[in-house]
């Protein structure tokens, strides 16, 4: 089983509009993400085209395989997305066999469809968005 664990440091360049470097730990192997706070625009869509899946796939039947099959495929297009606009690229990310998986958008679609590994980096914005605000209301 995939144990991820992920942290970030308030320090320089937390304010800037540059990628915040996020250690996320798969493992035991440590890997650097470097992540930027979504708008609110963006998070507002993101979250408009949430709900109309999940509206949608409560009014499924147990049988309608294929609308079903329809919504995880939306899903995964949503979750791609959101990496695309979260993730700017990684350092010392690897496979299971210890080879070098260099950033690429194919190969952050792929991590983005990992549900472990997508819960986890939203997780993350989520919780910058959350950190940023505060500190911008005590300055």
Same mark, same amino acid.
């Given at each position: 089983?995939?144990?991820?664990?992920?942290?970030? $440091? +308030?320090?320089?360049?937390?304010?800037?509009?540059?990628?915040?470097?996020?250690? +996320?730990?798969?493992?035991?192997?440590?890997?650097?993400?470097?992540?930027?706070?979504? $708008?609110?625009?963006?998070?507002?869509?993101?979250?408009?085209?949430?709900?109309?899946?999940?509206?949608?796939?409560?009014?499924?039947?147990?049988? *309608?395989?294929?609308?079903?099959?329809?919504? +995880?495929?939306?899903?995964?297009?949503?979750?791609?997305?959101?990496?695309?606009?979260?993730?700017?690229?990684? *350092? *010392?990310?690897? *496979?299971?066999?210890?080879?070098?998986?260099?950033?690429?958008?194919?190969?952050?679609?792929?991590?983005?469809?990992?549900?472990?590994?997508?819960?986890?980096?939203?997780?993350?914005?989520?919780?910058?968005?959350?950190?940023?605000?505060?500190?911008?209301?005590?300055?």
């Amino acid at each position: 089983m995939l144990k991820v664990e992920a942290g970030f $440091s +308030i320090g320089e360049g937390f304010f800037s509009s540059e990628p915040i470097p996020t250690e +996320i730990d798969f493992n035991g192997h440590v890997a650097t993400f470097f992540l930027r706070t979504p $708008s609110e625009e963006f998070r507002e869509a993101m979250r408009l085209r949430l709900i109309e899946i999940k509206e949608q796939m409560s009014k499924l039947g147990e049988s *309608d395989t294929t609308a079903l099959a329809t919504l +995880i495929a939306k899903t995964e297009t949503i979750q791609k997305d959101a990496l695309a606009h979260y993730v700017t690229g990684w *350092d *010392d990310l690897e *496979d299971n066999a210890g080879n070098a998986i260099p950033y690429t958008p194919a190969n952050r679609d792929k991590l983005a469809v990992v549900e472990v590994t997508y819960k986890v980096i939203n997780e993350l914005v989520a919780t910058l968005i959350t950190a940023k605000h505060e500190a911008t209301e005590k300055n």
